[in-house]
């Protein structure tokens, strides 16, 4: 069953760093997203990417995060100055249409130090 | 605004009772789409169910099934006759008729079974 993959499962940092989160959607999808799940907390939206393109961010989502889809397959978050608070689950989701199944990635684990 | 609460924060049951996960959401959007995902203990989000706001017909999937009222903003999960492998953190979530791919999701249910 095809499923949307990321890397690295965890990535430890020190505050300041850049970091690079990296995501596989399922092959045939068009839209892409990130999400953060803070330890013990809900899950939270991000960004949604369409059509090269961010349709929707939050206002977590400051001027410290991009995305980006360098290739036809990767869809990339860069955090450019990492902070404490940045510590969390990251998950990459992905779907074919619009409305529809949002599929989600095993997450990958940022640790700021 | 758009809002999901799960006011159950944590259930616990004996292996092979029948439990429900409730969920209440809030919006003012006609077109909606309410979501269900599972997350054990290793940590990934599990896909259950979506469901749009014109479809209030009960869904049963093995031992899920979902009770969407919209009368009362609610779209409950039940899990019957409960596993160990059900033990996990359940999430419902709402997206409104923008279609940004924006979930709102609840604070999850922790749902213990115990053998």
């Known amino acids: 069953e095809p499923e949307v993959t990321q890397t690295p499962s965890h990535q430890v940092t020190q505050m300041g760093q850049e970091v690079i989160l990296r995501c596989v959607p399922i092959?045939?999808?068009?839209?892409f997203y990130w999400y953060r799940q803070i330890l013990g907390q809900k899950v939270e939206f991000l960004v949604s990417f369409y059509n090269n393109e961010i349709s929707e961010k939050s206002e977590i989502f400051d001027d410290q995060f991009s995305v980006e889809r360098p290739d036809g397959s990767n869809f990339t978050l860069k955090i450019r100055s990492t902070k404490l608070e940045d510590s969390a689950m990251y998950f990459c989701?992905?779907?074919?249409?619009?409305?529809?199944?949002?599929?989600f990635g095993e997450g990958s684990r940022l640790t700021v130090l | 605004a758009q809002k999901v609460t799960q006011a159950q924060t944590e259930i616990s049951v004996v292996e092979k009772e029948d439990v429900t996960l409730d969920c209440v959401y809030e919006t003012r959007d006609t077109t909606y789409y309410l979501f269900w995902y599972k997350q054990p203990p290793s940590g990934e989000l599990v896909f259950l169910i979506r469901r749009n706001s014109f479809d209030e017909q009960n869904e049963i999937s093995g031992r899920y099934s979902w009770n969407f009222q919209k009368s009362t903003s609610s779209f409950n999960f039940t899990i019957t006759a409960s596993q160990v492998v059900d033990s996990a953190v359940y999430f419902c979530?709402?997206?409104?008729?923008?279609?940004?791919?924006?979930?709102?999701f609840g604070q999850g249910t922790t749902l213990q079974v115990k053998p």
């Open positions: 989701a992905s779907r074919r249409t619009g409305p529809g199944e949002l599929f």
């Open positions: 979530a709402l997206e409104g008729s923008s279609n940004t791919g924006k979930l709102i």
């Open positions: 092959s045939n999808h068009l839209y």
